[in-house]
């Protein structure tokens, strides 16, 4: 039986749009299959179970645009304090955009499904503690950088990350929960403060 040669990017895009705007519990295989307009037989024809395309979209997701931008925002030839300000300032625009777009304010895709499958779903739970694993190191880097040119306190940027990086993904959860993405607004300027950064936030 002939597959269209796009039938699997369809699925991948599907079931990223329809789990972070609903949830990955509530979305099935026809809601997927029906988003993505593929038949339900060419679903299995690439892929076992739901569970096996949210992973394999999640890690698609990260090396086609999460990673490309990290690797922009957080390039050792950015100022480190302007590399964690900048990506900040991207992720509320995003959200303003989005809530534009479909009314609602979804914030962290990533942080969404992982903590709902966190203790149901191995696989895509495991998958989603992996990417968040590969964000930290790049606040990590920022951050250690940041301090070997004393913009910031002495710290152990690992543990300042995570801490660094908990803070912001509450915040951005917040602005889901309320479907308000201002909330996100001043981040920037409370990272640098949670940082103590000896600088002001520096110039766009």
Request: with cysteine.
């Amino acid at each position: 039986m002939s597959r269209t040669s796009d039938a699997k990017e369809r699925l991948l895009d599907a079931i990223l749009k329809l789990m972070w705007e609903d949830s990955f519990g509530s979305v099935t295989i026809d809601d997927i299959c029906a988003e993505a307009k593929v038949k339900k037989g060419s679903f299995y024809y690439f892929f076992e179970s739901k569970i096996d395309l949210a992973a394999e979209a999640l890690e698609r997701l990260w090396l086609t645009e999460w990673k490309p931008s990290l690797d922009e925002k957080f390039s050792p030839s950015v100022d480190p304090l302007k590399r964690i300000t900048s990506y900040l300032e991207h992720a509320y625009l995003k959200q303003c955009e989005v809530k534009q777009r479909t009314g609602k304010t979804l914030g962290c895709p990533l942080c969404s499904v992982g903590s709902e499958v966190s203790t149901q779903e191995s696989k895509v739970a495991q998958k989603t503690r992996e990417i968040l694993a590969r964000k930290r190191r790049y606040w990590e880097s920022a951050i250690r950088d940041a301090v070997a040119e004393g913009s910031v306190e002495a710290c152990d940027p690992a543990e300042k990350a995570a801490s660094l990086m908990g803070l912001v993904e509450g915040v951005v959860s917040q602005a889901r929960i309320m479907n308000d993405p201002s909330l996100m607004q001043n981040l920037p300027q409370v990272v640098l403060h949670f940082l103590r950064a000896k600088s002001p936030l520096p110039a766009r």
